[in-house]
């Protein structure tokens, strides 16, 4: 199926009806304050699924699961998808698996969020992104990252100017291109490594490309 950008997919408090897995698109799981602001807790890619982790006892999302960047997935009934792991052991330990990552994922991305510097995050974004589209242009916008940083529009121009003036990116209209992917990965904070260390770790191949 194809997801449009800004698609939500579900809501907090929605019933949970299919596992999605996404081919080329990247769903966030957002947590949405009363005030209106938002936080970024995850964000699935081509690794991985969505749509299973917290539909095991309440089959509700507890966030808002909102495409960033639009693509295909493919999508599968909850209860084949519980059927499914109960009679293919091989299955359950790879969703076990990658379930691990997935709050590995988040661990570090709270932490990472509380205690260091927006041009690091930044980066980590970009990375992130660069590692499920498996392409240098990247369809981010500065008002996206901001929303996705939790910082001000002016605050991201300002940082991507300089990773451009440092060679590590250009910008184009709708877009960011990586020009240097080890420069990027200088500049960004100990989080990146660790979240896609445990993916290694946990599920071989999911960095085949880089």
């Known amino acids: 199926m194809i997801l449009p950008r800004g698609t939500v997919l579900y809501e907090p408090g929605n019933p949970i009806s299919h596992t999605y897995f996404p081919h080329n698109a990247v769903v966030s799981l957002i947590d949405v304050m009363e005030d209106g602001r938002l936080a970024e807790v995850a964000m699935f890619g081509c690794e991985g699924l969505f749509g299973l982790l917290t539909a095991f006892v309440s089959r509700e999302a507890f966030g808002r699961y909102v495409v960033q960047i639009p693509g295909t997935a493919s999508r599968v009934p909850l209860d084949q998808m519980h059927e499914a792991m109960r009679t293919r052991l091989s299955l359950q330990r790879r969703v076990l698996a990658y379930n691990e990552a997935l709050l590995a994922q988040a661990y570090h991305t709270v932490a990472c969020n509380a205690v260091h510097p927006v041009e690091a995050r930044c980066c980590r974004w970009i990375l992130s992104t660069h ?80």
């Open 131 to 210: 590692d499920r589209l498996k392409e240098d242009a990247l369809p981010l916008t500065h008002e996206f990252l901001a929303e996705m940083l939790g910082v001000q529009r002016s605050t991201v121009s300002s940082i991507l100017r300089t990773l451009q003036t440092s060679g590590l990116i250009v910008q184009r209209r709708g877009e960011i291109v990586v020009t240097n992917r080890g420069g990027l990965e200088q500049a960004t904070c100990e989080c990146y490594g660790k979240i896609r260390s445990r993916f290694e770790k946990l599920l071989p191949g999911t960095y085949s490309r880089t």
